[in-house]
């Protein structure tokens, strides 16, 4: 059972910074691609940043490229995504998602590809 836990959210003024976190269970965490998602009130899921099981591919939307980063630390099966120059349209309820394929070579950018899903920090940014 995969289990993927989220935290790290919080109330954040506009032009703050964040790091989220996402701690995954399991032995084999480094040879499968993660990702994380947002989804706002009203809207739908949509992606934000994946990282390679290896680490070395990122692929960012453009909404949050040059302000978020992904990163993973697999000595401690953790997934993060530091956040700065938040906005308050990034106001969502954020996901981390495991990519149900072990060593894919291409970074998925859809919820499709992914299997696991955590159960979601909230981020609310005022202004």
């Known amino acids: 059972q995969v289990q993927l836990v989220e935290s790290g959210g919080g109330l954040v003024q506009a032009g703050g910074s964040l790091r989220l976190s996402c701690a995954a269970s399991?032995?084999?965490?480094?040879?499968?691609?993660m990702g994380w998602f947002r989804q706002a009130l009203g809207k739908e899921r949509e992606f934000v940043a994946a990282?390679?099981?290896?680490?070395?591919?990122?692929v960012y939307a453009d909404s949050v490229k040059g302000r978020f980063t992904i990163s993973r630390d697999n000595a401690k099966n953790t997934v993060y995504l530091q956040m700065n120059s938040l906005k308050p349209e990034d106001t969502a309820v954020y996901y981390c998602a495991k990519d149900p394929r072990p060593y894919r070579n291409v970074v998925v950018a859809t919820a499709t590809g992914y299997g696991y899903w955590g159960q979601g920090t909230q981020v609310t940014v005022s202004s």
């Open positions: 399991g032995r084999t965490f480094s040879t499968y691609a």
């Open positions: 990282i390679s099981w290896s680490g070395g591919s990122t």
